[in-house]
């Protein structure tokens, strides 16, 4: 069965800070996707990227970045130079499947990340 | 506007009393999902929809029935309401056609049952 682990419950920085939500997974199959969301304190769930099991590749948008470490099962995400605004709750996601377009969703517990000025 | 919605928003109901929540989404998607979250758990899966007349279940569906006549309302009903089911309820869809593998999901709705 597949698994998401959010290791870390909450995390604070102050503003300007660098900080890095970790996310490990399980799966027995070599065809799945890894997603992040965020959930704003409005309680929306926000998509923030899509990766699939063979792309490995590291991505960066802006102030933030994903590291995909299949060898380590672990996609995590780092905020670089923080804002109040980051503050929010941050979901890894794990589907199974060849498509990963239509394959069910198992979250982690989520993050709470808290950014202060 | 196009999207996915969801109602009630909020609601308030007693232990026993059925309740049924809606999901409406407006891009023809063919997959439709129920999640409920809560703290420590995150998100999780109670039933979902590969289309018109057909669900099947996921991770939490005892207590919950689905249906699907159309393609673009997948309604959730509790049909006997207990307090455990006090939840955040989201619904998703996802279309097949692009490989886009995104889950766009509803605003949600905040059960509470006393």
């Known amino acids: 069965a597949q698994k998401v682990t959010q290791a870390q419950t909450e995390i604070s920085v102050v503003e300007k800070e660098d900080v890095t939500l970790d996310c490990v997974y399980e799966?027995?199959?070599?065809?799945?996707?890894l997603f992040w969301y965020k959930q704003p304190p409005s309680g929306e769930l926000v998509f923030l990227i899509r990766r699939n099991s063979f792309d490995e590749q590291n991505e960066i948008s802006g102030r933030y970045s994903w590291n995909f470490q299949k060898s380590t099962s672990s996609f995590n995400f780092t905020i670089t130079a923080s804002q109040v605004v980051d503050s929010a709750v941050y979901f890894c996601?794990?589907?199974?499947?060849?498509?990963?377009?239509?394959?069910?969703?198992?979250f982690g517990t989520g993050t709470r990340l808290q950014v202060t000025l | 506007d196009a999207g996915i919605t969801q109602s009630p928003r909020y609601k308030i109901t007693e232990t026993g009393r059925q309740v049924t929540l809606m999901c409406h989404q407006t891009?023809?998607?063919?997959?439709m999902f129920w999640y409920r979250q809560d703290l420590g758990h995150g998100l999780r899966l109670i039933y979902y929809s590969a289309a018109a007349d057909i669900t099947d279940k996921g991770e939490v569906p005892d207590g919950y029935v689905v249906s699907r006549s159309k393609t673009e309302n997948f309604p959730l009903t509790l049909e006997s309401a207990t307090r455990s089911q006090t939840s955040v309820y989201f619904c998703?869809?996802?279309?097949?056609?692009?490989?886009?593998?995104?889950?766009?999901f509803g605003p949600g709705t905040r059960l509470t049952v006393t």
């Open positions: 998703a869809s996802i279309g097949i056609a692009g490989g886009l593998g995104e889950q766009y």
């Open positions: 996601a794990l589907s199974e499947g060849d498509t990963g377009t239509a394959s069910k969703l198992t």
């Open positions: 799966t027995r199959d070599t065809t799945y996707y």
């Open positions: 891009w023809s998607h063919s997959y």
